[in-house]
């Protein structure tokens, strides 16, 4: 009987240690794919950074631009074209000539 119950045991522990490495394998398997899925969306989002930092310079070099202009609207030479062009104002003793298309 002695035999049998240790004929037993040997085999509950094959059997046991071959469940618990199927596990870890599965396990193994497991992290790896998502590890594979999380450098992926690391380099995805490192990509969305980049066109962010892009899009932030360009919107900064626009406030520049607009900044720039509203100086420029407060001068008088910005007067003095917006009075000819969209008004058609002139000084006292300026000649126009235009065409006659």
Not at 28 to 45: C, F, G, N, T
Request: charged share 35%; glycine share 2%.
């Amino acid at each position: 009987m002695a035999r049998k119950s240790a004929y037993r045991k040997k085999r509950q522990n094959k059997m046991g240690m071959l469940l618990v490495t199927t596990v870890v394998l599965m396990m193994l398997i497991v992290v790896a794919v998502k590890s594979i899925e999380l450098r992926e969306k690391r380099a995805s989002y490192m990509a969305r950074e980049e066109a962010l930092m892009q899009d932030i310079a360009a919107e900064e070099a626009r406030t520049e631009e607009i900044a720039e202009y509203e100086k420029y609207t407060q001068t008088k030479k910005y007067v003095e074209e917006i009075a000819k062009d969209k008004l058609g104002l002139v000084y006292e003793g300026e000649i126009i000539f235009k065409d006659e298309n």
